[in-house]
């Protein structure tokens, strides 16, 4: 079986909104929860367990993930950095266009899909 992309714009299951708000828990020594919660109606919708992440400035975040590794060239730095923009803009581009038509399973079920 031969797996694809897919994605899907969250909606709260109660109301439908796509209107949603994340609260982001931060305990030490644990991944930072992410509560998903619908901004119209309050609705529970998601919670998840982040294991990375990347802010609407990417160098900051390709920055970050580099504090944790040693680089031995500046060139292979740069590199990397370019990599890591080019690949989250392709795809954040390849999710906008998947959940442009909606996707009528579950989250839950496309995470089972994938792994």
Known sequence: MVLSPKSKLESCPVCESAKLNNRV???????????VECASCEAFVA??????????????????????????????TRERQREFEDRLAEDLALARELSSSPEEKDLEDLFEESS
């Open 25 to 35: 828990l931060v305990k030490p020594g644990e991944d930072p929860q992410i509560f």
């Open 47 to 76: 919670r998840y367990l982040l294991k990375s992440y990347t802010c609407e400035d990417p160098y900051r975040s390709f920055l970050r993930q580099m504090r944790q590794q040693r680089m031995s060239s500046g060139a292979l």
